[in-house]
């Protein structure tokens, strides 16, 4: 079956922009979550979605957000984009929403200049 | 709350040669452990998972890892390595309070000699 699929997988943008990220979970996977990925900071917990509800959050200001549709399909927004927002950004989708088993998409690589 | 700490930024092993990366935890209960692979690129590849049971887990492409709880460890290790291991490895941890979402390591960068 087909895996987790980002798009795009490359992005740039200006400062002040704002992006929107798509994500389409495996097939039958309900939850989707988001991490960002840079050098200096790693992997950092986004936020996390089931059945359309955000459940859980990392700690990255408002101008982060996301949703998800009724198909799984989960989009995140980043507003007013600044330099160090440039990362790579991962998609992960599970069946349960436990994280036994997270599949990981490319990412989208986003670069603000 | 959790963290991981993988003390080895990178290490460079022959081909051929046996492989051991080292994860600590610190988290109050048996917390779900897991090793990630991700070559340039690309996304994260899962190599295993621990919940409970067996502290000897057995992953993909012949990598295995041992949890012990009184070291609050978590190390992976594989006899003999390939050129095509060459990529940078994730330990994480997953709170198991329902939060359910991963927190990851700095992550090891492996290099292989020929």
């Known amino acids: 079956k087909a895996g987790v699929t980002q798009t795009p997988r490359y992005l740039i943008k200006t400062r002040g922009q704002q992006v929107t990220l798509s994500c389409s979970p495996i097939?039958?996977?309900?939850?989707v979550s988001w991490y960002q990925q840079t050098p200096g900071q790693g992997l950092q917990f986004l936020f996390e979605?089931?059945?359309?509800?955000?459940?859980n959050k990392g700690n990255f200001p408002g101008r982060f957000s996301g949703r998800q549709f009724s198909n799984s399909r989960s989009e995140m927004n980043v507003s007013t984009l600044e330099l160090g927002d440039s990362a790579l950004y991962l998609c992960?989708?599970?069946?349960?929403?436990?994280?036994?088993?997270?599949?990981f998409g490319q990412g989208t690589r986003l670069t603000v200049v | 709350a959790q963290s991981v700490t993988q003390p080895d930024i990178h290490i460079t092993v022959s081909e051929g040669a046996s492989l051991e990366l080292r994860c600590n935890y610190s988290?109050?209960?048996?917390?779900?452990l897991f090793w990630y692979v991700q070559s340039p690129g690309q996304g994260l590849q899962l190599l295993l998972k621990?919940?409970?049971?067996?502290?000897l887990v057995q992953g993909i492409k012949g990598f295995e890892a041992e949890f012990k709880r009184s070291q609050s460890s978590f190390n992976l290790r594989k006899p003999s390595v390939h050129w095509s291991d060459a990529a940078e490895y994730f330990c994480?941890?997953?709170?198991?309070?329902?939060?359910?979402?991963?927190?990851f390591g700095t992550g090891t960068r492996l290099t292989i000699i020929p």
């Open positions: 979605y089931f059945s359309e509800t955000q459940r």
């Open positions: 994480a941890v997953d709170s198991n309070f329902g939060n359910e979402k991963l927190t």
């Open positions: 621990y919940f409970s049971g067996d502290t």
């Open positions: 097939s039958g996977h309900r939850s």
């Open positions: 988290y109050g209960a048996t917390p779900y």
């Open positions: 992960a989708s599970t069946y349960t929403g436990d994280n036994t088993e997270a599949f």
